[in-house]
């Protein structure tokens, strides 16, 4: 069966010849195999098999996209957190050290010096009081009774 098209405009800056147009619009139209013509229509058509499967996937995607969003959100609390205490120890650090050199500065070693001895009646360790001996350990001595 052949086709003729008419009063179709053609667009472009260049017109067909004619007899090649005409040509071209009495070309017969391929019929299309009715088994062929079924299955092209099978294949667009989606089946509940194939939308089941397509729901799954699409399920599966989403609850691991969530999945990854919420990770990445505990990452980042974490990582301020951390930061958070960071900052905090660092703060409690330079204020320990700032006592600490407050303490230490504070202290007279001479006066205590005095106070131990004359108050106290406190003395430096004459030749025979110390007893040096090797211990097992090399970082303490616990001592648990008398040594003599």
Known sequence: MARTVRNQYNYGNTAEKYHEYRLRMEEPIEEV????????????????PYVLFLSVAFIALATSAILMIRA?????????????????????????????????????????????????????????QIITYAGELDDYVRQYSDIR
């Open 72 to 128: 990445q959100e505990r990452l980042k609390e974490s990582v301020n957190s951390v930061s958070k205490l960071e900052n905090q120890y660092v703060t409690l650090k330079t204020e320990n050290d700032a006592t600490y050199d407050r303490i230490v500065n504070s202290v007279d070693s001479a006066e205590v010096k005095r106070i131990a001895t004359e108050e106290l009646g406190m003395h430096y360790a004459a030749q025979g």
């Open 33 to 48: 195999d009715p088994v062929v013509r079924k299955n092209q229509q099978k294949a667009m058509f989606m089946n509940l």
